[in-house]
């Protein structure tokens, strides 16, 4: 009768071969599948979902951006700034009348800090008066302080965030025997390659939405043409809201020693200036503005000079108003300088007259420069 005996463990010998046992096998049936780990993508932004459409828009807007770049655009400067170099030319906008005394000491070059007193007398329809003021400056902020004998306080700060950002905060707290609200500022510029973005908002109301919003755009078409856009929202009250849009043009020549400009608004006011530099030290400049709105028509013209001397600047102007107004200021040292100006209107047969002087000081650990001619000391160049 043959004997029975049950398996061996596995691992222990088999019986009568002195073989350790090894399990079989199990068939293709009885496979069991175990469960393999793999890792799962990772989003790289909460955003990625929208990638399908971002990815081919970025690649447009990056292609467009190349496209502008080759075409070698320059900037147009800022719509506020577009009249500067008129305004500066024309001794009309300088002129004052009375005795000015400025009073300033640097006591660092880098980091521009410097105190003010300004002293004014004699003013046609002004009080005397006197303010103290203060200056500090860096490679990216701005800050610029005053009060005055009326105990007014104004301030301003600019803030460079990055290369073309700028905000600029400006502020005002008048005294109790002005009369006058106060008056806030706040402003971001953005200077790109071939355009430039301003935004501002006066006197805004974070509750209400009450003030006044602007908004500006310049954009240059070619090398010497730049169009823009001019917008204004003002919201004096819940139910008191107008907006207006005015447009800009700007031509520079191919030498950029000539820049004419107009700006058209839609209450019927248009302004054109024209700007050349007819030597290396002379410049001439004009300004017309016209109105014409309802039954009202009226224009004004200013034609005006500069010349540049090695130690002095005269300026000269004349309005179609029979207006003439000069203005000389000249440095008799590299610490004192001299201004002196006159004006007369022939049609009212009235004059005016103003002097003053200006004394510049540093700080006994700074450098005292024996030069008027030479140029400052190095220092940065805070945002403006």
Known sequence: ??????????GFPQPGTGLPHTPATPGAGELQSLPVVTEQPRARSIFAFADP???????????????????????????????????????????????????????????????THSFTHGAQGA????????VLGTNNTFMQGSVDDSSSVMMRLNQRWAPGHITKIQGQLPGAT?????FMQVEHDFQGLDHSINLRAMNPSPTDLTGIYQFNFLQSLTRNFALGL??????????????NMGYVAKWTSDARDAVGTLQLQPQGIAQ????????????AAVDLQAIAQGGRREAAATLGAKWDFRMSTFRASIDSGGKVTSLLETRLSPSFGFTVGGEI????????FGVGISIDSVGDHLPVPTDPSAPPPASPSPPM
């Not at 009080?127 to 203060?134: I, L, N, V």
């Open 1 to 10: 009768m043959a004997s029975s005996s049950s398996p061996a463990a596995p």
């Open 53 to 115: 459409v971002t990815k081919p828009l970025a690649r447009t807007m990056a292609s467009l951006q190349e496209s502008r770049q080759k075409l070698g655009l320059p900037n147009p400067g800022t719509i506020e700034g577009l009249t500067v170099p008129v305004r500066t030319c024309h001794a009309s906008n300088l002129f004052f009348d009375g005795a000015r005394a400025d009073l300033a000491k640097t006591v660092s070059f880098n980091p521009i800090f410097q105190v």
């Open 127 to 134: 009080p005397p008066s006197y303010q103290f003021g203060a």
């Open 178 to 182: 002005t009369g006058s609200p106060p």
């Open 230 to 243: 001019d917008t204004v929202w003002v919201r004096q009250t819940v139910d008191m809201n107008e907006a």
């Open 272 to 283: 054109a200036t024209y700007w050349q530099k007819v030597a290396e030290r002379v410049e």
């Open 345 to 352: 209107d022939h049609v009212k047969n009235a004059g005016r």
